[in-house]
Antibody, heavy 121, light 106 residues
């Protein structure tokens, strides 16, 4: 079964850092782009970042550019999101999503269960 | 930046057809994707590349994309289809989501 499972998250103070991980199984991880998508409680979806299957290409939303870093370890079938200089407006449930292709400009065909990140003093 | 606009809510009676629109500038130059999110659950892809259904998605879900508008159509709507629906497209290596539409089956 194709699955992605997030870990990490929690409560962090404004200006702090946090790292999310996403463990993938059931598919050839290195062949697919992966993304992070977040959802503010009670509101809509916002794409955060994507990385190609090889890791050679990365893409970021303007709202997180320069603060968040996406990475992947294909030997461990794991995707990461390093979040620095966190702000209250970064509070959201963060989903890991598998792309349906390698390039990044494809559908998000498998989603994790999401992890809540709360930025508050 | 590119924007996708959806109606906040749509209501439909059981067994009837529901249509949810998604508007964006020259949207048919891009592929449109649709996701269903039931309360408390993660999103699920229901339509990709404008009109294709992933395996396991019922045939009552269909999609189209013409001009500035993509449309998700649910024929013979069932109570289990009550959910939030989001459209999505890519614009210059950036994924954009619509604001979401709450489908109420009543």
């Amino acid at each position: 079964e194709v699955q992605v499972l997030e870990s990490g998250g929690g409560l962090v103070q404004p200006g702090g850092s946090l790292r999310l991980s996403c463990a993938a199984s059931g598919f050839t991880f290195s062949s697919y782009a992966m993304s992070w998508v977040r959802q503010t409680p009670g509101k809509g979806l916002e794409w955060v970042s994507a990385m190609s299957g090889s890791g050679a290409s990365t893409y970021y939303a303007d709202s997180v550019k320069g603060r968040f870093t996406i990475s992947r370890d294909n030997s461990k079938n794991t995707l990461y999101l390093q979040m620095n200089s966190l702000r209250a407006e970064d509070t959201a449930v963060y989903y890991c999503a598998k792309g349906s292709g390698n390039s990044g400009s494809d559908a998000f065909d498998v989603w994790g269960q999401g992890r809540l990140v709360t930025v508050s003093s | 930046s590119y924007e996708l606009t959806q109606p906040p809510s749509v209501s439909v009676s059981p067994g009837q057809t529901a249509s949810i629109t998604c508007s964006g500038n020259k949207l048919d130059d891009k592929y449109a994707y649709w996701y269903q999110q039931r309360p408390g659950q993660s999103p699920v892809l229901v339509i990709y590349q404008d009109r294709k259904r992933p395996s396991g998605i019922p045939e009552r879900f269909s999609g189209s994309n013409s001009g500035n508008t993509a449309t998700l159509t649910i024929s013979g709507t069932q109570a289990m289809d009550e959910a939030d629906y989001y459209c999505q497209a890519w614009d210059t290596d950036t994924a954009v989501f619509g604001g979401g539409t709450k489908l109420t089956v009543l």
